[in-house]
C-alpha cells in the first residue's frame, strides 16, 4: 500500500477497500475468460445470439477489470497480476470442458449472480471505509450482472 496517497482516506481503510475490490476484479476476469471461452466454442442451434450475447459480456468484463484495477492503483494498492493469484481470490470456478449453449449459459447465469455478490460485500466494505468513488463503482457493476444474469435467466426459462 502506497503511504503516499491522500485522497482522504485512512490507509486501512484503503487497504480494506483495495482488498475487496482485488476479489472483484479477480472474479470479473476469471469470468471474462470464461465467457471468451464459451464465444468461441458456442455451437448449437443459439449459435448467433450465444456467440454475440457472449461477446457483448466479455467485452464488458474486459472494460471492467481494467476500471476496477485502477481503482485499486488510486487507492495506492498492487493488483493481483498473475493467473495464480486471480484464482486464489475468486469465487468463479474454471471450466476445461466445452458445456452445451444451454448448459453455458446456465453457469454464466450463476457466475454473474456470484460477482453480483462480491460486488456487493466490497460495496459494503468501501461504504464503511467512507470510499464513495469505489462503492459507486461497486453499484455499477452489480446494476449489469444483475441485468446480464436476469437476460440469461430469461433465456433458460
Known sequence: M???????????????????????????????????????????PQFNALHNMFEEQYIDLRDAADEIAERMRALGAAC????????????????TEIPSGTAM???????????????KAALQTAEQAGDDASGDMMVQRMQVHDKTAWMLRSMVA
Open 80 to 95: 493481483p497480476g498473475s493467473f495464480a493469484q486471480l484464482l486464489e481470490l475468486t469465487a468463479i470456478k474454471e471450466q
Open 2 to 44: 502506497t503511504d503516499t496517497v491522500n485522497i482522504g482516506l485512512e490507509p486501512e481503510a484503503r487497504q480494506q477497500t483495495a482488498d475487496a475490490l482485488a476479489k472483484v476484479l479477480a472474479d470479473t476476469y476469471t469470468l471474462y475468460i470464461k465467457v471468451q471461452g464459451f464465444h468461441w466454442n458456442v455451437t448449437g
Open 105 to 119: 449459459v446456465k453457469e454464466l447465469l450463476a457466475d454473474h449472480e456470484t460477482v453480483s455478490r462480491t460486488a
